[in-house]
């Protein structure tokens, strides 16, 4: 089986197209049968204003958009929603559906408001609900949550760490080496992936794709292509963000 992590999908921002039928057109008959997807960006803040300020507008459409998640998926594919959390930190909108958190900023987009009781009581929530949080930062956030914000939580990094400040500042600081630190391979060069199997080994790390902006067949060819062992490929594939989920306590 194969799992496909990281996948945006939604219809309030019809930028690029990302609906249920422009991804299943793309991944039809490439044997990708379940897929963890969250809003895209554009459904939660305006990512192009770095003084947003909040307004009830913008947490209906949040809330629109981590809902429609719930209510999709068929039975050529299943979908798994990860809540995709702002700051207003609305952990009380989790479900038993949800089975992970999205947690998104580039460097010049609105920041998260780290020291409010709101992210401490989140987080705790996550904590205690046992749920992966794919986490998308700049690196010195990236650095803070693993080490004091979020301790004993499960975090995926994105793209290798491609976003999160770079694969290899990452790994000179010691985080890939961390138990609760995954990385997943959307986007990532066939040479950090590589280099990333050889150093840690394939038990915490995650195929992915970041679809609308890569290519779910691309990206999973990738991964067949390299040189590793059949079985390892699908523990990347499938196995160990199957070991995740099944962890999860929602």
Known sequence: MIIYDHVHFGIQDKFPPQSYDDYFSVIRGSGIQEAVMFPPVMEIYDRYDPNFTDSVQWKNRRKSANDYLLDIGTTDLTVIPYFFIWNDFAVDQLTSQHKGIKWHRHSDEPVYHYDSPGCRQAVDEIRSRNMPVVLEEEFDNTVRFIEQIAKGVRVIIP????????????????????????????????????????EYG?????????????????????????????????????????????????
Not at 164 to 180: C, F, M, P, S
Request: charged content about 25%; glycine content about 8%; hydrophobic content about 40%.
């Open 159 to 198: 793209h290798m760490g491609m976003l999160n400040g770079g694969y290899g500042v990452i790994k000179r600081h010691g985080l890939w080496e961390r138990r609760d630190v995954y990385a997943d391979t959307a986007l990532a060069s066939v040479s950090e992936i590589t280099d990333y199997i050889n």
């Open 202 to 250: 394939v038990d915490r790390i995650i195929f992915g794709s970041d679809f609308p902006f890569g290519d779910p067949r691309q990206e999973l060819l990738k991964i067949m292509h390299l040189q590793i062992p059949e079985e390892q490929k699908e523990i990347i594939c499938g196995l160990n963000i199957q070991r995740l989920l099944a962890e999860s306590n929602p």
